[in-house]
Nanobody, 115 residues
């Protein structure tokens, strides 16, 4: 049973930083992509950033220059460094992993940015 567990969320003032982590366990085979998504209050879930198993990364335009995704394959963990946070970044941040053709999700971690 593959499990993803996010951590690192919390309450931060605008302009502050947080670092999210997502650790995968119970793996069978290797992870292809690991990505972060978020869903703000009353909004649809949106993609934030992705890391591929060959080192490629990409982030959404809305967070470019502020958020950085990184990955430790040995630990099956992906990170999201979030700097210069804005109130509009407030959301539940969820981790996704693609293993083969199967998609796995973590339960999410709340990030709240106060103005």
């Amino acid at each position: 049973q593959v499990q993803l567990v996010e951590s690192g969320g919390g309450l931060v003032q605008a302009g502050g930083s947080l670092r999210l982590s997502c650790a995968a366990s119970g793996l069978i085979g290797s992870i292809n992509t690991m990505a972060w998504y978020r869903q703000g209050p009353g909004m649809q879930r949106e993609w934030v950033a992705v890391s591929t198993n060959i080192g490629g990364t990409n982030v959404a335009d809305s967070v470019k220059g502020r958020f950085t995704i990184s990955r430790d394959n040995a630990k099956s963990t992906v990170y999201l460094q979030m700097n210069s946070l804005k109130p509009e970044d407030t959301a539940v941040y969820s981790c996704n992993a693609m293993i083969g053709s199967r998609s796995y999700w973590g339960p999410g971690t709340q990030v709240t940015v106060s103005s």
